[in-house]
């Protein structure tokens, strides 16, 4: 059974016993018909699910992607889908390449929360991405991370995700951004002047993360490898530092990485590899933002050191105003790369809403490279269900 059969179950049983409440306002009859129904889905669906889709509707009624499996359980599904119109700089000579495609909108996100004894929770999540959009492509795999919550003590995961470091210092200027990379200027140890440079930020990882009153801590230990034969592991290491009052949020946040990481590499040929070469050691960011009504503001300062010991630096804004259903965003970034190898980069773009957790978007950048390399221009639409 697919997701969306899924949802159009628990909203019809939702609906059901609603019904069954409005004309007999008695509860034994409500359960009576919640039960008859069930039974009846079950003889001709053959499907354990039922039940579980049973419980959700008469707890959550036509709320479907949020499901109390049990009253200790809690299951959500989340989708988004989108696509675009895409003009990118593909080459140094200037070379523009023009797509419709999905823009990286095109992803499912499962969670699980298992409430224990004594408060402590088990959680478990994976994401899978399915873009760009092509027939009979593979599914690649995104997030992964499961373990426990437990109350004072925190947060213990363990997987391939976005560390808390990535999510909340290198990624701070992006927040706005709706689609593929047209509103996004160079991400630190990501992306150098158009290029991925694919730091480890996103490996394998064992990560804990804790909060006391105003203040956050992560610690997040990334797993990778001395040398290409996989077989002598190297560990590196991110501590990240939150502090909130309000609407106001700071984070300051290093990293030490080791030199090879686990990544899945195809080669032009088809080979594949599985590892990556790290182009940096360490890596240090101190990032800002502030809520004021209907305007966000945010800033960045981040430094990493490559493996042949030049400093690399980037500083830089963002700011986002929300006008009824329109968003509007505009980021600027200074990038140094050694040398001669400095840019002003800056990026700029609106969405509009027009009906709940779907957007239409225009979104532009230049990163101030030669020949235009990176710019982007696109337009889209992208929808959360």
């Known amino acids: 059974m697919t997701v969306r059969q899924l949802q159009r179950h628990a909203i019809f049983m939702g609906k059901f016993t609603k019904l069954c409440t409005f004309f007999t306002r008695l509860r034994w009859v409500t359960l009576t018909c919640s039960v008859a129904f069930l039974i009846f889905m079950e003889f001709f669906m053959m499907k354990k699910t039922a039940i579980a889709l049973?419980?959700?509707?008469?707890?959550?009624?036509?709320?479907?992607?949020?499901?109390?499996?049990?009253?200790?359980?809690?299951?959500?599904?989340?989708?988004?889908?989108?696509?675009?119109?895409?003009?990118?700089?593909?080459?140094?000579?200037?070379?523009?390449?023009?797509?419709?495609?999905?823009c990286s909108n095109n992803q499912i996100q499962l969670k699980s929360t298992k409430t224990l004894e004594?408060?402590?929770?088990?959680?478990?999540?994976?994401?899978?991405?399915?873009d760009p959009l092509l027939d009979n492509d593979l599914v690649k795999?995104?997030?992964?991370?499961?373990?426990?919550?437990?109350?004072?003590w925190g947060k213990l995961v363990a997987g391939q995700f976005d560390s808390f470091f990535e999510d909340n210092v290198s990624e701070a200027l992006g927040f706005w951004g709706v689609g593929d990379i047209a509103a996004y200027v160079d991400e630190p140890i990501s992306f150098v002047a158009g290029?991925?440079?694919?730091?480890?930020?996103?490996?394998?990882?064992?990560?804990?993360?804790?909060?006391?009153?105003?203040?956050?801590?992560?610690?997040?230990?990334?797993?990778?490898?001395?040398?290409?034969?996989?077989?002598?592991?190297?560990?590196?290491?991110?501590?990240?530092?939150?502090?909130?009052?309000?609407?106001?949020?700071?984070?300051?946040?290093s990293v030490v990485l080791p030199a090879y990481y686990s990544d899945t590499?195809?080669?032009?040929?088809?080979?594949l590899t599985y590892y990556r070469a790290n182009p940096y050691t360490n890596a240090t960011g101190l990032t800002a933002n502030y809520t004021m009504g209907n305007t966000k503001v945010a800033?960045?300062?981040?430094?990493?050191?490559?493996?042949?010991?030049?400093m690399y630096n980037w500083g830089g804004a963002s700011v986002e105003q929300t006008i009824d259903a329109w968003k509007f965003g505009f980021t600027m970034q200074n990038a140094n790369y050694g040398g001669s190898k400095q840019y002003s980069q800056y990026s700029a773009g609106a969405n509009y809403t027009f009906v709940k957790n779907a957007r239409v978007y225009v979104e532009a950048r230049t990163l101030g490279v030669a020949n235009a390399y990176g710019d982007a221009f696109e337009v889209g639409m992208k929808y959360t269900f």
């Open 54 to 102: 049973g419980i959700a509707a008469m707890t959550f009624g036509a709320q479907a992607a949020d499901w109390m499996v049990t009253p200790d359980h809690k299951f959500e599904v989340n989708a988004d889908v989108g696509a675009c119109f895409q003009n990118l700089v593909t080459s140094t000579a200037g070379q523009v390449t023009s797509t419709v495609y999905g």
């Open 118 to 130: 004594n408060g402590i929770k088990l959680i478990g999540q994976i994401e899978v991405d399915f």
């Open 141 to 152: 795999a995104d997030d992964m991370r499961v373990g426990f919550d437990i109350p004072v």
């Open 195 to 253: 290029d991925k440079s694919r730091g480890a930020v996103k490996s394998k990882a064992l990560e804990y993360y804790n909060k006391y009153e105003n203040f956050s801590l992560a610690i997040t230990l990334n797993a990778g490898y001395q040398d290409t034969n996989m077989y002598t592991p190297m560990y590196g290491v991110g501590t990240t530092l939150g502090y909130k009052s309000g609407d106001f949020q700071m984070y300051f946040g």
């Open 265 to 271: 590499v195809q080669a032009s040929s088809g080979a």
């Open 299 to 310: 800033g960045l300062v981040y430094t990493a050191q490559t493996t042949a010991g030049v």
